[in-house]
């Protein structure tokens, strides 16, 4: 049973790029969540899908945006890079039906040069 | 969502066990306690979770006295590889609206041989 995917594992890009991320959940979960963690600090949240929407969103500018699709995987869509996106950006999912914890993926490690 | 303050770093020694206290004066009463631990370059992976009173699972206990402002983790018999970030994020259960995370800083714990 795979817990949470997420590719690329690591990214370079150049300051006004744009970069998509993926995730698909772990098997059974209905709800993706993604958070930004930059080096030497807890995770941040940024938006939250479930039944392909956007139902929380955390203090994160428009350029930020996602989408879920039908089979529940998640992509994060980031605009216009700004150097302060560097950071590692992490998946997590849920059964929003039950009581257990969000599960994380090991990120993508996105590089703005 | 309820503040949480963790110590920002602690050394234990192989073999001892780790106790690690979490303030949060503020949880609500339909908050859960949730303990993560992050690797370098990994995603946070769940430890443990509780409401009340004692929860023990195969890794770790958590402690949580009758007012529930703070809580405790302790992990038995630490190894070298139980090295990392340690998490405590108190809200709403997985299944609520708004359930997103809220990470603060972390408590280093560092066991050294």
């Known amino acids: 049973d795979a817990g949470v995917t997420q590719s690329p594992t690591h990214l370079i890009k150049t300051r006004g790029q744009q970069v998509t991320l993926r995730c698909s959940p772990k098997?059974?979960?209905?709800?993706v969540s993604w958070y930004q963690q930059a080096l030497g600090q807890g995770p941040q949240f940024i938006f939250q899908?479930?039944?392909?929407?956007?139902?929380q969103r955390g203090n994160f500018p428009d350029r930020f945006s996602g989408h879920q699709f039908p089979n529940y995987s998640s992509e994060l869509n980031v605009n216009a890079l700004l150097l302060g996106d560097s950071a590692l950006y992490l998946c997590?999912?849920?059964?929003?039906?039950?009581?257990?914890?969000?599960?994380f993926g090991d990120g993508t490690r996105l590089s703005i040069l | 969502l309820a503040k949480t303050t963790q110590p920002i770093s602690m050394d234990s020694y192989e073999g001892q066990e780790v106790n690690i206290t979490c303030s949060h004066n503020?949880?609500?009463?339909?908050?859960?306690i949730t303990w993560y631990q992050q690797f370098p370059s990994q995603g946070p992976r769940f430890i443990i979770q509780?409401?009340?009173t004692k929860v023990t699972n195969e890794v770790a206990s958590l402690f949580i006295p009758a007012d529930r402002k703070s809580s405790t983790l302790s992990l038995p018999r630490v190894s070298l590889s139980d090295t990392a970030v340690y998490y405590c994020?108190?809200?709403?259960?997985?299944?609520?609206?708004?359930?997103?995370?809220?990470f603060g800083g972390g408590t280093r714990v560092l066991v050294k041989p």
């Open positions: 503020n949880i609500a009463t339909n908050d859960y």
């Open positions: 994020l108190v809200g709403p259960p997985p299944q609520a609206a708004g359930n997103k995370l809220t």
């Open positions: 509780g409401y009340k």
């Open positions: 098997s059974g979960h209905d709800t």
């Open positions: 997590a999912s849920h059964d929003r039906g039950r009581n257990q914890p969000q599960h």
């Open positions: 899908y479930y039944e392909e929407e956007e139902r």
